[in-house]
């Protein structure tokens, strides 16, 4: 991939906003009960943990090598600006193989001063490692099914690895992408149904050890200590957060702002995936078939076909995880900062198919200017507080 200039600026935008003032807040109360476990031995963090953290081990596995050469606050929360930005470049790979170069840039540019974004990208917490690897595992879902060839499964069964074992909520992104498998092999034959169940198998038994630890304990048994079930204004206050970020401003109440932004980005979201409907029912996409049914050759997906991996990429995560909270309490909005890129896809997608230029540009200053001021107001004009306290968590 040759990176163009307005990337190579977007990448440093989103490097300068996720690094500036990343240790001038002093860790909240996540933070430290991370770093407390990661401080354990290695033994116990693989071992032990088990008993007391309701997440798996890679993240401390990670936070504890790293405390083995330093404790310095910024080198330890720059392990989530490293990810966040590769979460923007990644974002960008994705969004220009589904709908061209310009609405990539702008998704990239989204991203990356997305304050919520931004925000957890300042945090010694997992979920911009989370948001990257499963980005990566549908980038590689992408290329296994265009290239055909066994690199990209072994490389998207390895991140698949990797993902679930740096937070639970990686499985309801593997669900996602073994139901758009699964619906490709009724399109294109036994082959890629054979490859799907030995990377699942493969999967498994990856997980079997610290399955085993699960074992003795109740699983998210902390988590739902502090999550209550979900209802459908959590889902409303999902969105809510993916529009504006926070709830506390200085200058302009944050219910204003909310009113500006949040119309803007509804409307772009829904529109952009009402476009993919178009598309899809023109060309007859989800549906279609290789020249050749009988071929087990399945490097001709279709686009439509990747606008509908996204949209299960989108919403089976927030659909199954709230249907599983109604019994086991994990619905939280922090978790899905990894449909966040492609919520803001989405948005993109429908800032540029509005036939009128002008409002689409104003539409996107709009977002651009009001996400600037809630990043400017956390940085500038917002007390040193506790950030725990300051996004009312």
Do not use: C
């Not at 990661?38 to 943990?49: C, K, Q």
């Not at 080198?75 to 990644?90: D, E």
């Not at 979920?127 to 992408?142: A, C, G, I, V, W």
């Amino acid at each position: 991939m040759k990176l163009n200039k307005i990337l190579v600026l977007i990448l440093i935008i989103a490097t300068a906003l996720q690094t500036f003032g990343l240790d001038s807040k002093v860790p909240w109360y996540d933070e430290a009960y991370a770093l407390s476990l990661s401080g354990e031995s290695i033994t116990w963090v693989l071992f032990d943990m088990a008993l007391i953290e309701s997440h798996p081990p890679l993240y401390h596995i990670v936070i504890h090598f790293l405390l083995s050469v330093t404790d310095s606050v910024f080198i330890l929360r720059f392990t989530s600006v490293l990810f966040g930005v590769l979460s923007v470049l990644i974002t960008y790979l994705i969004a220009e193989k589904t709908f061209g170069q310009k609405t990539a840039m702008l998704s990239a540019l989204l991203l990356s001063i997305s304050p919520l974004f931004v925000f957890n990208a300042h945090w010694l917490r997992p979920y911009t490692f989370l948001t990257f690897f499963s980005l990566l595992t549908l980038y590689l879902t992408f290329r296994m099914i265009d290239n055909n060839d066994k690199k990209s499964w072994i490389f998207w069964i390895a991140s698949t690895i990797v993902n679930i074992y740096i937070h639970y909520y990686a499985f309801f992104i593997l669900f996602a992408e073994i139901v758009f498998l699964l619906y490709l092999r009724f399109v294109y034959g036994k082959k890629l149904l054979k490859r799907m169940l030995t990377g699942i198998f493969a999967i498994a038994i990856s997980y079997t050890p610290w399955l085993y630890m699960i074992l003795t304990k109740t699983i998210f048994s902390e988590t739902a200590l502090y999550l209550e079930r979900p209802s459908i204004a959590s889902l409303i206050y999902t969105f809510f957060k993916f529009s504006i970020g926070l709830r506390r401003t200085t200058l302009i109440d944050w219910r204003i702002m909310a009113l500006i932004i949040i119309p803007p980005i509804s409307f772009a979201f829904i529109y952009g995936i009402y476009t993919l409907y178009l598309k899809s029912g023109e060309s007859h996409g989800l549906t279609g078939r290789p020249k050749n049914p009988e071929s087990d050759n399945i490097t001709e997906i279709t686009t439509p076909q990747k606008y509908y991996l996204l949209v299960m990429y989108h919403f089976l995560p927030l659909i199954v995880s709230f249907t599983v909270s109604q019994f086991v309490p994990m619905f939280g909005f922090r978790y899905f900062l990894i449909i966040l890129p492609v919520f803001l896809m989405f948005t993109a997608r429908g800032i540029m198919e509005i036939r009128d230029k002008r409002l689409a540009l104003l539409m996107a200053l709009a977002i651009a200017l009001i996400h600037s001021y809630i990043i400017y107001d956390f940085y500038f004009l917002i007390p040193n507080v506790s950030w725990y306290q300051f996004v009312g968590l």
